[in-house]
Nanobody
Framework: QVQLVESGGGLVQAGGSLRLSCAAS????????MGWYRQPPGKQRELVAA???????NYADSVKGRFTISRDNANNTVYLQMNSLEPEDTAVYYC??????????????WGQGTQVTVSS
């Protein structure tokens, strides 16, 4: 069984900061790309930021310069540092991992989501 568990969401005022964490556990052989997605109320899920195993990153235009994605490969953990938060960042944030399991299978795994609410 492979699990991705997010933490760090919450309620923050506009201009504030939050740091999300996502730890992958279980029978994992290796993790390729990891990423953060979000789903605002009434909207589709969208990519926020992604990072390769080598550390290359890409960001949605709406978060460039405000959010930073990083990862700890030794602990199968990915982070999202969110600064200068805006009400438009309010969403459920999901962690995603493209990984190989210890059983020799490959696939996309998702966390359960963590709510981020930014008040104006």
């Amino acid at each position: 069984q492979v699990q991705l568990v997010e933490s760090g969401g919450g309620l923050v005022q506009a201009g504030g900061s939050l740091r999300l964490s996502c730890a992958a556990s279980g029978s994992i052989f290796s993790i390729n790309d990891m990423g953060w997605y979000r789903q605002p109320p009434g909207k589709q899920r969208e990519l926020v930021a992604a990072i390769t195993s080598g550390g290359s990153t890409n960001y949605a235009d709406s978060v460039k310069g405000r959010f930073t994605i990083s990862r700890d490969n030794a602990n199968n953990t990915v982070y999202l540092q969110m600064n200068s938060l805006e009400p438009e960042d309010t969403a459920v944030y999901y962690c995603n991992g493209d990984l190989f399991t210890g059983w020799g299978t490959a696939g996309d795994y998702w966390g359960q989501g963590t709510q981020v609410t930014v008040s104006s």
